[in-house]
């Protein structure tokens, strides 16, 4: 026996039905208004066709269509109802919205907020990062769209060094999809598997290449585990930071009692969950004084990255024919040129360095997936800056 529901989160506006999360839009009769009123307290559907007798030939379908599209909760399936992207704007680079379910011609990058920050209780504003991020491309109407005219000039090189990601410009190939829905009043596990659960429908799209912004670093177990799942034993993972946030303890597991996991042992986490290799760049510092490479992860430390770099060489030992994921948490920078982090260790990377590092690692390979994450908005422009050049050449080189 079917159970109906209305949707809590939806409201009438005008002759329109409005889903809040999605800010998807019905045109609807009087009839369907009737219904949505009717099932404000659940009823089974024997109720429903009791009470509407006059359009029993159509209200089968009636309520397909409104369960399909979560105005109805069927069967008490509340998550799925809730597990949404919202539309935001302004939109990020003054780029087009798209449908998470809209498909895609071409191969294409589609950034998705995750404005989530209870895995770091010392950086919980790192969740405002992408709204921010979108306030700040508007102020300085920095366009994206494949009606854009801009130039390599903005990003820093010339067109020659761009003409990856000046191609996925002009060709229409980069969307803002919105932020991951969250309530306040949500369990963290809850939300956590809103994560995974929607990263698992981005990694099952064709030709899409989701770009998320977090968020802290705790953000990332979800989304790797989402990519595990897909891509199993082929699935290697690029991780820059200055830590290896592979940190338990059995206090740790006392002190987090009500989390699954944190933003400082979120790799931890995917090696449980079969992640078999990962690459860990520009790690340092007192903290990460017993880390070591071992059989799950190489550790290419932030010395070595600059040597590597100064001398033109290449990075060894990356697996060939994989399928890539980039965690990308901002303390990998040397808090000299970015310090908007919770957790700054000295002597890492410039950014030139950081951009040489992608230049050189990702040429060639396929990258399924990124990330980017653990960054504290206090409205210093500088900051929401390096982010965008970060993006640029991230999306220069997927």
């Known amino acids: 026996m079917k159970n109906l529901h209305t949707n809590p989160y939806i409201h009438k506006e005008e002759d329109k039905l409005v889903n809040s999360i999605t800010g998807e839009k019905l045109l609807c009769g009087e009839r369907i208004f009737e219904i949505i009123d009717f099932i404000k307290q659940p009823k089974q559907y024997n109720e429903l066709e009791a009470e509407f007798e006059d359009i029993a030939g159509d209200l089968e379908n009636i309520v397909k269509i409104l ?77 994206l769209s494949a009606a854009s005219l801009v130039e ?29 829905f969250f309530n ?37 177990y979800p989304l790797i585990k989402a990519a595990i799942d897909k891509y199993g034993d082929d699935l290697c993972v690029l991780h820059f930071d200055a830590h290896t946030d592979t940190y338990t303890s059995d206090y740790d597991k006392i002190k987090n009692i009500d989390t699954i996991h944190h933003h400082g ?64 948490d ?15 260790v000295i002597n890492g990377l410039t950014y030139e360095e950081c951009k040489e590092t992608f230049n050189t690692l990702l040429a060639g390979k396929e990258i399924i997936g990124c990330d980017i994450v653990e960054v504290y908005p206090n409205g210093n422009d500088l900051a929401s800056q390096i982010v965008c050049q970060v993006i640029f050449d991230l999306m220069n080189n997927i």
């Open 67 to 143: 369960v399909d599209k979560s105005y109805i909760v069927l069967n008490d399936d509340y998550k799925n109802a809730v597990i949404k992207i919202t539309p935001h704007t302004p939109h990020l680079f003054n780029l087009p919205y798209r449908s998470i379910d809209a498909s895609l011609d071409k191969k294409s990058v589609g950034f998705i907020g995750i404005p989530l920050g209870i895995g770091n209780k010392e950086n919980i504003n790192s969740s405002l990062l992408a709204n921010v991020l979108r306030s700040y491309t508007k102020k300085y109407g920095l366009d």
């Open 330 to 344: 901002f303390d990998v920078l040397d808090p000299v040129y970015f310090s908007n982090t919770s957790t700054p």
């Open 265 to 328: 042992n979120f790799m931890t986490k995917c090696f449980e969950d079969g992640l078999k290799h990962a690459f860990q760049f520009g790690i340092r510092g007192i903290v990460n004084n017993r880390q070591k490479s071992n059989e799950n992860r190489t550790i290419i430390w932030a010395h070595e990255v600059k040597r590597i770099i100064k001398n033109s060489e290449l990075f060894k030992d990356i697996p060939a024919g994989k399928k890539y994921y980039i965690t990308f």
């Open 184 to 220: 306040t009043q949500e369990s963290p596990n809850f939300m956590y598997e809103k994560i995974y659960r929607i990263a698992q429908k981005t990694f099952d799209r064709e030709n899409l290449i989701p770009f998320f912004i977090g968020g802290d670093h705790s953000i990332s």
């Open 152 to 180: 390599s000039n903005v990003f820093g090189g010339t067109t020659e060094d761009y003409q990856v990601l000046l191609g996925k410009i002009k060709g229409g190939e980069i969307f803002d999809y919105g932020n991951i």
